[in-house]
């Protein structure tokens, strides 16, 4: 058996009147992220992780942001079209942890949804996937409600 391992991370910055996505779930919250596809950034570490694991770059490589294709996606899109990579390449997500920093909103009651979500798309039990939620007790950018970042690590397995 085979294994790799592979981490992401992603930053988006805040601001009022956009949409909140994170891990496929629309987030309750007067500001939401500036980014050229739905700025899940969430979803974009993950896809980085998964990427990187099997050494093809990372998001913007395959997704750039200077594409109208990307503009506005859905990342729930582009995590579909990474797992594909994943499996076409005779891979398998063993499970994957994710570590989103936000100082507000709240995300706990979301963490459940998104799991499921992302579950899905990978097409893995729930269990195989961790979503926690902090906050950087007000310190730095995501302390000051600038933005937020990600981080994802993700373990691949192959016969």
Same mark, same amino acid.
């Given at each position: 058996?085979?294994?790799?391992?592979?981490?992401?991370?992603?930053?988006?910055?805040?601001?009022e009147g956009l949409?909140?996505?994170?891990?496929?779930?629309?987030?309750?919250?007067?500001?939401?992220?500036?980014a050229h596809s739905?700025?899940?950034? *969430?979803?974009? *570490?993950?896809?980085?992780?998964?990427?990187?694991?099997?050494?093809?770059?990372?998001?913007?490589?395959?997704f750039p942001d200077?594409?109208?294709?990307?503009?506005?996606?859905?990342?729930? /899109?582009?995590?579909?079209?990474? @797992?594909?990579?994943?499996?076409?390449?005779?891979?398998?997500?063993?499970?994957?942890? /994710?570590? /989103?920093?936000?100082?507000?909103?709240?995300?706990?009651?979301?963490?459940?949804? @998104?799991?499921?979500?992302?579950?899905?798309?990978?097409?893995?039990?729930?269990?195989?996937?961790?979503?926690?939620?902090?906050?950087?007790?007000?310190?730095?950018?995501?302390?000051?409600?600038?933005?937020?970042?990600?981080?994802?690590?993700?373990?691949?397995?192959?016969?």
């Open positions: 058996m085979e294994y790799r391992i592979g981490h992401g991370y992603d930053v988006h910055a805040l601001a949409p909140m996505w994170l891990g496929g779930v629309r987030i309750g919250s007067p500001v939401g992220f500036v739905d700025g899940d950034v *969430a979803i974009h *570490a993950l896809c980085d992780a998964l990427l990187g694991a099997l050494a093809l770059g990372d998001i913007g490589r395959h200077s594409s109208e294709e990307f503009k506005g996606i859905d990342s729930r /899109i582009l995590l579909t079209r990474v @797992m594909e990579m994943v499996s076409g390449q005779g891979w398998s997500v063993s499970n994957a942890d /994710i570590t /989103i920093s936000l100082q507000s909103p709240k995300l706990s009651e979301y963490v459940p949804n @998104m799991r499921g979500i992302l579950a899905d798309v990978m097409g893995v039990d729930v269990s195989c996937v961790s979503v926690k939620a902090t906050t950087t007790e007000r310190l730095g950018f995501v302390g000051r409600g600038e933005g937020c970042e990600v981080t994802a690590v993700v373990l691949l397995y192959r016969e």
